[in-house]
């Protein structure tokens, strides 16, 4: 998958509830979700974001509750893809699941500035910041996670077996 | 080479001899649970997969308790998601509002998870179950709607971490004190992707609902899951309880840790967590002056009947401080009605406290308690994070009960011994 869109950064430990607030989570709703995206760390950032607009944070993205309402948001909101230094592991698998694309590189993260345009290629394992001409590379996902991949995600690898 | 604790039971659930850090296994669950915010999304991910009926009726536990009783429509839609579909696949365990509780003090008080179970949950304070001697640890709606359809969960086999407390632990210090000073130690993601191993004496003097509340607390530092070793306290606990046999193991001597830190216990004070992240952590003697309009005791972490009795014992015969309130939450219905039996009701209404029936509420800004712009909250629940309780102008500092019941008597942060 190819991505490019412009950066909205962020800190370290950015949790769930700045990401999508408990007082609206009286829904599921991925469209009503979606209009509150990391609303309680950067107010206006539906008003600024354009869809294909990339996350970035430093380490332990999404930590707290185990929310998947939290990765829905962000997709329906549009973002294409979240890059960190490091993410807190339901977020992470959450991602995996539902199918948010994120990439783990701390030297993409510290090379990349808020509102740089960067440019992502999921199959390269590439991270070009096309404000600085800088290319980070990516490790790519563990075989097991390439295999939930292939299989069109979580649910339907295990209701094949 | 040796194996934990934690290690040994993803081993028993996966169908190997030995499981080592970094492995991806596929474990069988003895329980898979959803609450009325992440069991919507997992129930209508099952009906989308074509599936018809759940793995096993006995083992898929649903708990509405975050918005229960339901504050508005919308809230009532998701509930009824849960009832509707507890109704059709016929749940042994579905818990309607009157007997519900809050999740983390329902499963283990009614005997539903055990020692040596493997357990996730849709909720990241599932980890509170380690406390049994279980592996249990918060996962998503998604890996909720898998298990719902497969009874297996993808685990990677975490590393390990041991944290030992050694000595006497004064008095007013509790199992959530302990897990503060960790977390106030290593971080919010101290402990990311790994097993957190609590031991040492005491941890052995630790009540169980010490425990529980420590290991609660695991996923605030990133943890996989918190787990202690069964003793004699964890078999009395079980003992006419659990609802299956559990399985007690304990990790081998020559297991590998990749960190074991050691604590001096006697040298302990009762700890309170600063905004806006739980490991932003100051030893209340180091507090200063901090004015409080909310205190809330209850939830996951603190709303079990020794939390309970705790803050009667220190409230008894004062009043709430004036312009503060105080929310009280007992976690359980047997809570509940234990605190009538023993007067702590009495107790908490005649100081000027309110008193709920169980639920969620407050701690995560759901409702029964909300923040304005600019208040301040001193609450025993586990996160303290921007909104988390409200208005995300507001600020939520955590502590355990001795502590709120003072802070609620002096309207500021206040020790136990101040009273």
């Known amino acids: 998958m190819l991505f490019k869109g412009k950066v909205f950064k962020y800190r370290d430990d950015v949790n769930t509830d700045e990401i999508i607030p408990a007082r609206y989570l009286n829904t599921s709703d991925p469209k009503e979700l979606a209009k509150h995206t990391m609303e309680d760390i950067d107010k206006d950032f539906m008003k600024k974001m354009k869809p294909g607009d990339i996350i970035v944070g430093e380490k332990n993205f999404g930590c707290g509750s185990s929310r998947e309402h939290a990765p829905i948001a962000i997709k329906e909101a549009g973002v294409s893809c979240v890059i960190a230094k490091s993410f807190a592991r339901i977020f992470y698998r959450n991602c995996f699941n539902m199918g948010l694309p994120i990439l783990e590189s701390a030297e993409a993260v510290d090379g990349i500035s808020n509102g740089d345009l960067v440019e992502v290629d999921t199959v390269k394992g590439e991270i070009i910041n096309k404000t600085t001409g800088k290319t980070f590379t990516v490790a790519p996902y563990p075989a097991f996670m390439q295999e939930l991949i292939k299989a069109g995600g979580l649910i339907k690898y295990v209701a094949k077996k | ?419």
């Open chain 2, 1 to 419: 080479m040796g194996m934990t604790i934690t290690e040994k039971i993803l081993a028993a659930h996966a169908g190997k001899k030995e499981v080592r850090p970094g492995d991806l296994v596929w474990a069988k669950l003895d329980i898979a649970l959803g609450n009325d915010i992440t069991a919507p999304i997992a129930i209508s991910e099952f009906r989308g997969s074509g599936a018809k009926k759940i793995w096993d009726k006995n083992k898929v536990v649903l708990v509405p308790d975050h918005f229960t009783p339901n504050k508005d429509i919308m809230s009532a839609e998701q509930s009824k998601i849960l009832r509707d579909f507890a109704r059709e696949q016929k749940l042994k365990f579905y818990f309607e509002v009157g007997e519900v509780g809050v999740e983390h003090a329902l499963l283990p008080e009614k005997g539903i998870v055990t020692a040596g179970d493997a357990i996730i949950g849709a909720d990241s304070h599932t980890c509170t179950y380690g406390a049994l001697g279980a592996f249990s640890t918060g996962v998503g709606s998604t890996d909720l709607a898998a298990a719902m359809i497969g009874g297996k969960v993808w685990l990677k086999v975490p590393e390990a971490m041991k944290f030992v407390f050694n000595g006497k632990l004064p008095k007013w210090v509790s199992g959530k004190d302990l897990i503060l000073k960790i977390i106030g130690d290593i971080g919010v993601d101290g402990a990311l992707y790994r097993s957190m191993e609590f031991t040492g004496d005491a941890i052995r003097s630790l009540s169980m609902e010490s425990r529980l509340s420590m290991c609660n607390m695991a996923i605030e530092a990133g943890g996989k899951n918190g787990i202690i070793e069964p003793d004699e306290i964890t078999k009395k606990y079980l003992k006419g309880r659990s609802i299956r046999k559990p399985v007690f193991y304990a990790s081998d001597k020559d297991a590998k840790y990749v960190s074991v830190t050691e604590y001096d216990a006697s040298k302990l004070e009762p700890m309170v967590a600063f905004p806006h992240l739980p490991s932003n952590t100051r030893p209340i003697s180091k507090v200063g002056n901090v004015r409080i309009d909310q205190v809330v005791i209850g939830s996951c972490t603190n709303g079990r009947i020794e939390d309970m009795r705790i803050a009667a014992k220190l409230m008894k015969g004062k009043k709430v401080a004036p312009y503060v309130r105080t929310l009280i939450i007992p976690a359980t219905q047997a809570i509940f009605k234990q605190m009538i039996k023993e007067g702590l009701m009495e107790i908490f209404v005649d100081c000027g406290a309110a008193v709920s029936t169980p639920t969620c509420g407050p701690c995560l800004g759901g409702h029964m308690g909300i923040l304005a712009a600019g208040e301040r909250a001193l609450a025993t629940t586990n996160r303290n994070f921007v909104g988390r309780m409200g208005s995300p102008k507001a600020e939520v500092y955590l502590a355990n009960p001795a502590v709120a019941a003072a802070t609620a008597i002096f309207g500021r942060i206040a020790g136990p011994e101040e009273l």
